[in-house]
Antibody
Framework: EVQLVESGGGLVQPGGSLRLSCAASGFTFSSYAMSWVRQAPGKGLEWVSVISGSGGSTNYADSVKGRFTISRDNSKNTLNLQMNSLRAEDTAVYYC????????????????WGQGTLVTVSS | EIVLTQSPGTLSLSPGERATLSCRASQSVSSSYLAWYQQKPGQSPRLLIYGASSRATGIPDRFSGSGSGTDFTLTISRLEPEDFAVYYCQQYGSSPRTFGQGTKVEIK
């Protein structure tokens, strides 16, 4: 059974940093690109970042480029998101999401999502 | 960036009725790389449809998708009580992958 469990959310001041993690199990983690998708309170879904299965390719939404860094540790089946220079508009539930097909990158939907972790940026 | 516009914003229907949700793209979605997700309050999204018309694993056949180019439709043939939720379309044919703003299907 595929499981994705996010952690690391919390309250942080504007300008601060936070590191999110997503522990994956139930599939061959290194074969699948993984993404972070966020959802502001009461709002819709926004894709944030993607990383290829090997970790060699990454992409970011313009809204977070230069501030967020996605990474993965395939030996530990873990996906990470380092978030720096946080702003109030980064407040959201952050989900990790798995690509549907092995070997795909961005031309794939998300077939499994974690339960999400809430990040609140406020003074 | 491809902008997806969903309509209506809210759909008020009774159990047993048919629901028709629309998703219109600002430019053509390549290879019909269009997906639909369902999200219930307090839950993460669930993939329903991919490739515009293929049902994801375990999705009941009352859910169907259609369309191509810039116009796509999700149809729920007969609403069950568990189908009342928010539905999002997503294009994944070009980067960044973008979502529509959602359609809420509520009980009338």
């Amino acid at each position: 059974e595929v499981q994705l469990v996010e952690s690391g959310g919390g309250l942080v001041q504007p300008g601060g940093s936070l590191r999110l993690s997503c522990a994956a199990s139930g599939f061959t983690f290194s074969s699948y690109a993984m993404s972070w998708v966020r959802q502001a309170p009461g709002k819709g879904l926004e894709w944030v970042s993607v990383i290829s299965g090997s970790g060699g390719s990454t992409n970011y939404a313009d809204s977070v480029k230069g501030r967020f860094t996605i990474s993965r540790d395939n030996s530990k089946n873990t996906l990470n998101l380092q978030m720096n220079s946080l702003r109030a508009e980064d407040t959201a539930v952050y989900y990790c999401a798995k690509n549907m097909r092995s070997g795909s990158y961005y031309t794939d939907p998300f077939d499994f999502w974690g339960q999400g972790t809430l990040v609140t940026v406020s003074s | 960036e491809i902008v997806l516009t969903q309509s209506p914003g809210t759909l008020s229907l009774s159990p047993g009725e048919r629901a028709t949700l629309s998703c219109r793209a600002s430019q053509s979605v390549s290879s019909s790389y269009l997906a639909w997700y369902q999200q219930k309050p307090g839950q993460s999204p669930r993939l329903l449809i991919y490739g515009a018309s293929s049902r994801a694993t375990g999705i009941p056949d009352r859910f169907s998708g259609s369309g191509s180019g810039t116009d796509f439709t999700l149809t729920i043939s007969r609403l069950e009580p568990e189908d009342f939720a928010v539905y999002y379309c997503q294009q994944y044919g070009s980067s960044p992958r973008t979502f529509g703003q959602g359609t809420k299907v509520e009980i009338k």
